[in-house]
């Protein structure tokens, strides 16, 4: 049990020390919640923190049952099986998409403010968010990264059910978890504190995270996606 996305960063930082003080090493959160434990893990490694936008699709009428994900770039992913089992229509899911779309640009746009995002070409990506539950959102960010041809994905995270394992290495380079428990009923039993992160709270990280870099004389803002 963590006591909140603070000290889930810090146990998952432990499990990654052998990435710490590289120049080829970029930390991607995968906003909201993902992005204090990857804030965490960049400050432990010294290294620079971005973040990579994913959108869970949730289904009509049940919006926590994930059907998909999107992430920048145009990346979709869609569990066909889930669709049609639910007797989902090809409009609700255009809808759907449509909406989290919408949702995603603005987020770009208010995290960033306008600003490029930290190259991703030729680096080793530890991307990091608060734990996988279904895990459309990490396999849509991993496809979205693929096409910036980076070095290497690490999928680092401090909690996902045991069947993880073998679904994220099919994909990914390297998974590391800290908690990886066979009875799993959803991500925020493993947290004392699972408050919702809010979009000022990710702008700030994303903001202190850069200062420090610029402190360290580290500071590399190219553009990627």
């Known amino acids: ?13 432990k499990e990654l020390v ?3 003080n ?14 204090p434990v990857a804030f965490e893990v960049a400050q432990a490694l010294h290294a620079p923190l971005d973040i990579v936008l994913v959108r869970k699709l949730g289904t009509p009428g049940q919006e926590e049952l994930a059907m998909g994900a ?26 759907v998409i ?8 603005r987020r770009e ?34 496809d979205a990264l693929r096409k910036l041809e980076p070095k290497k994905i690490v999928v680092a995270v401090p909690v996902a059910p045991s069947h993880a394992d073998e679904q994220i290495k099919r994909v990914a380079d390297e998974f590391v978890c800290v908690h990886k428990p066979e009875w799993f009923f959803g991500i925020g039993q493993f947290y004392e504190n699972f408050s919702q992160t809010e ?8 903001e202190g995270a850069a200062e420090a870099l610029v402190a360290a004389g580290k500071s590399e803002k190219t553009n990627t996606a």
């Open 199 to 206: 979009d000022s709270e990710v702008h700030a990280l994303l």
């Open 109 to 142: 746009r208010l995290y960033r403010g306008g600003s490029p995002g930290i190259s991703v070409k030729g680096k080793i990506i530890i991307l990091v968010d608060d734990g996988i539950a279904t895990g459309s959102s990490v396999l849509a960010a991993i």
């Open 22 to 35: 590289r120049e080829d090493v970029l930390i991607l959160g995968i906003p909201r919640g993902g992005v």
């Open 70 to 95: 999107i992430a920048s770039g145009g990346i979709r992913i869609l569990n066909q099986q889930l669709v049609a089992e639910l007797g989902i229509t090809d409009e609700q899911v255009a809808d």
């Open 18 to 20: 052998h990435y710490a």
């Open 1 to 13: 049990m963590f006591r909140d996305r603070v000290d889930a960063g810090q146990h998952l930082a």
């Open 98 to 105: 449509a909406t989290q779309e919408a949702e995603l640009e």
